[in-house]
């Protein structure tokens, strides 16, 4: 098995190791595990619909390809949100903080001169 899906598998379950798991799907465990793996699954809800969801697909080919895609398109969502963050994020620009500083000093000073006449 891919690397991959013991990627996505490990999320699945907190309560099954990727292993059993992968060896789970592929009909390679003792009934008596079988039945101990199913057990721990449907203490969550999310992790039964998600483990039945898997059963449901019995080409193992089918499994890498689906789990293939959905790290591309993670890939490729987080890498979008990650260059829309960096073009929003300030850049610290010397110039500009030279001349906010500059601007501060002037406008106190100019607070001061006029407070002081007035």
Known sequence: MQDNLKD????????????TLLLYLQGKL????QHEVEKQITDSEFDSDAFEGLQKIKDQQRIKSIVHQ???DLKK????????REKLRLKEDPLLMISIIIIL??????????HRHG
């Not at 996505?8 to 292993?19: G, K, P, R």
């Not at 987080?78 to 829309?84: D, G, H, I, M, N």
């Not at 406008?107 to 006029?114: E, G, P, R």
Request: hydrophobic fraction near 45%.
């Open 8 to 19: 996505i598998l490990s999320n699945l379950s907190t309560n099954v190791d990727q292993e």
């Open 30 to 33: 003792s009934p008596e595990k």
């Open 70 to 72: 959905l790290h591309y």
């Open 77 to 84: 969502k987080t890498a979008k949100k990650k260059a829309t």
């Open 105 to 114: 000093l002037l406008i106190i000073i100019s607070f001061m001169i006029i």
